[in-house]
């Protein structure tokens, strides 16, 4: 641990004072110890709130761990297989069509959409994305669906996912990886399967359990003083206060749409239980939230060789992917000294997450930049982690 504290500062700081973020924090847990945590910059450069252990963020994409988590609990009790149509859950996905780049027209899909689909985001439905005709059509969807609730018509999870369900997927299910709204159609497959809005599943099943007291898919009123703001940036014009709606995030106490994929908001302490959770393969405390074979399960590359080559985001080199989250397959193709089998994920504004068996290991890493993915600085971070730990 030789130095360790004073080079996370020195790197996390760095950020903060070249202007490539208003704040960020990090919490390094080993085996139940915390080795690391501090905090530089603001929550909320505007109102000149520091951004702190408590503060509140955005977790966009690291959303989607929670979500496969829920699913796995209604698979444990027998109540969904990973291999059941979405169908059987939301007719809307019924009989799916394809787009054909070479007929310029929707053709039949091959077979039906399945749960093991969404889980390892080779559904076939995207994001949207003006690189391509079903992305294209993504966005209009998603205008229109921002557009009546900017009327005050109340757009629930369930009316998302009928209107996703009109746009042709990009390719035939299981052909290739490609990031999309899948997450989401997994959450409102746990409202209908639960019969619950999936941020009351979540709370009954995960939160509470996981002492989670300030994640949800809203912030309360009298949360806001530590909630932070998100910001875009550029070489040219900095930090600037980001304005308008990525991907329908709301986070008024009103919201209706519950994302799945990138809905909820929380703190560095609460997303840590969750994370130790799965660290220690289900058990939190004295809790037993998820059988030990089923985080194993999670946490595994669930990806074939040719989805695989899909998989070619530089953050994910050397990675597999499966329930929603990277697996570290190839620590040379990767160019990192992190264990095999490291997991998790990360979200639009930075923020990341990594968990590691072997080490007993939970890395947090706060920002909100937006557009921000997985920074140079959360890889040196990462790797100083590894290098520094003791056995």
């Not at 504290?5 to 202007?19: F, Y």
């Not at 106490?253 to 909820?264: I, K, P, Q, R, T």
Request: hydrophobic share 35%; aromatic share 12%.
């Amino acid at each position: 641990m030789y130095h360790y504290r004073e080079t996370m500062d020195r790197l996390i700081e760095k950020e903060v004072t070249e202007g490539r973020v208003k704040g960020a924090s990090a919490l390094v847990l080993h085996r139940d110890r915390e080795i690391y945590y501090n905090a530089f910059g603001y929550g909320d450069g505007e109102q000149g709130t520091p951004m702190a252990r408590d503060t509140i963020i955005r977790l966009f994409s690291m959303t989607k761990p929670v979500t496969a988590a829920a699913v796995m609990i209604l698979m444990e009790r027998g109540d969904i297989d990973v291999w059941d149509p979405v169908s059987r859950y939301i007719p809307a996905f019924k009989c799916p069509k394809v787009w054909s780049e070479e007929k310029q027209a929707e053709v039949p899909a091959d077979r039906e959409i399945t749960l093991w689909d969404l889980l390892n985001m080779t559904s076939g439905i995207p994001y949207p994305d003006p690189a391509h005709e079903p992305g294209r059509r993504m966005d209009t969807v998603l205008r229109g669906l921002l557009a009546r609730r900017a009327q005050g018509e109340t757009v629930d999870t369930q009316e998302y996912m009928r209107q996703i369900a009109t746009v042709p997927l990009c390719f035939q299910p299981g052909e290739r990886w490609m990031y999309g709204y899948s997450a989401d159609i997994l959450g409102g497959i746990v409202e209908v399967v639960s019969g619950k809005k999936f941020g009351q599943f979540l709370k009954e099943e995960l939160f509470d359990p996981l002492d989670m007291k300030d994640t949800a898919f809203y912030v309360p009123k009298d949360k806001l003083h530590r909630f932070a703001q998100y910001y875009d940036w550029s070489e040219m014009e900095g930090l600037q206060v980001h304005r308008g709606s990525h991907l329908g995030e709301y986070y008024g106490e009103d919201v209706a749409f519950e994302s799945g994929g990138a809905g909820l908001v929380s703190t560095l302490d609460d997303y840590s239980h969750f994370a130790s959770m799965l660290v220690h393969k289900g058990k939190y405390k004295d809790q037993r939230i998820l059988g030990r074979k089923t985080v194993e399960f999670m946490a595994q590359n669930h990806l074939t060789p040719r989805q695989r080559e899909s998989l070619v985001w530089d953050s994910v080199k050397g990675y597999g992917y499966g329930c929603l989250m990277r697996v570290l397959m190839d620590q040379a193709v990767a160019g990192y000294n992190g264990s095999l089998g490291e997991f998790g994920w990360d979200g639009w504004t930075g923020n990341y997450v990594a968990m590691d068996f072997s080490e007993e290991l939970v890395f947090l890493y706060f920002i909100q930049r937006c557009g921000a993915g997985a920074t140079p600085a959360v890889r040196k971070l990462k790797t100083v982690t590894y290098g520094a730990l003791e056995p």
